[in-house]
C-alpha cells in the first residue's frame, strides 16, 4: 500500500481515477526552496464523498477553481460506485510554526458553498514537511526536493509506482538538466496515458 494510499483510508477496491496539479510557482513554500533554505510548509489534505456518482474529475477541478492556494485534486471511485475526491492545499508554513489547518478547512467550506457541492462533514489531514521527508526515507536522495515536489512524490507513487523508482528518474532527470516537477509531471502523464488505453 502506498503512504497516501494508507493515509487517504480509502475502503479496498477503490480506484484513482484522476490526478490534477496545480501551479505554485509563486507559493512562499516553492519560492524557499528554490532560494536555498530547504522544504518547507505544510500540505493539507481533506478527503470527501459527494452524494453523486457524477464525474469527479469534474468534481475536484470545480473545487480546486475556488481554493486559495491548491497544490493537487486526485479522485476516483469507491467500490459502491460512489465518488471520493482528495484536495491538496499548500500552507507556507511548518505545522510547528502556524497551524493553518483551520484556514484550509475554511477554504475548502467556502469551496464547497461556491460549487454547491454537498459533502456535509469531511476529513482532514496536515502533512507538514518533515511527515513528507519521512515517507522518503531509504528511498533515495531527496535533498533539495520541495515541500509541492515531496507531496507530488507520493502522488506517483500513488499509481502503483515505487519510491526507489520515482527519486532514481527524477534525480537521474534532474543532473540532465530537467526540472523536478516537470520529470515527477510525466510520470503522472504516463500513467494517465496508461489508465485512458485500458479503459
Aim: aromatic residues 6%.
Amino acid at each position: 500500500m502506498s503512504h497516501l494510499g494508507l493515509l487517504l483510508d480509502l475502503d479496498d477496491g477503490s480506484r484513482l481515477t484522476d490526478v490534477a496539479l496545480h501551479p505554485v510557482d509563486d507559493h512562499p513554500a516553492f519560492a524557499d526552496a528554490t532560494r536555498g533554505l530547504g522544504p518547507q510548509g505544510t500540505v493539507y489534505v481533506h478527503v470527501l464523498t459527494p452524494p453523486t456518482r457524477h464525474d469527479p474529475a469534474s468534481l475536484a477541478g470545480a473545487l480546486a477553481a475556488f481554493l486559495p492556494s491548491p497544490l493537487a485534486t486526485i479522485s476516483g471511485f469507491r467500490p459502491d460506485g460512489r465518488t471520493w475526491i482528495a484536495t491538496a492545499q499548500l500552507g507556507p508554513h511548518d505545522i510547528e510554526e502556524l497551524n493553518a489547518g483551520p484556514a484550509a478547512d475554511a477554504a475548502l467550506r467556502r469551496a464547497l458553498g461556491l460549487t454547491g457541492i454537498g459533502v456535509g462533514r469531511f476529513a482532514g489531514l496536515a502533512l507538514p514537511t518533515h511527515m513528507l521527508t519521512a515517507a522518503f526515507d531509504a528511498h533515495g536522495d531527496i535533498s533539495g526536493w520541495s515541500t509541492p515536489e515531496l507531496f507530488i512524490g507520493l502522488l506517483v507513487e500513488l499509481t502503483n509506482t515505487r519510491l526507489d523508482d520515482i527519486v532514481d528518474r527524477v534525480n537521474t532527470g534532474a543532473r540532465e538538466g530537467w526540472s523536478r516537477r516537470d520529470l515527477l509531471e510525466h510520470q503522472l502523464a504516463e500513467w494517465s496515458a496508461r489508465i485512458s488505453r485500458s479503459e
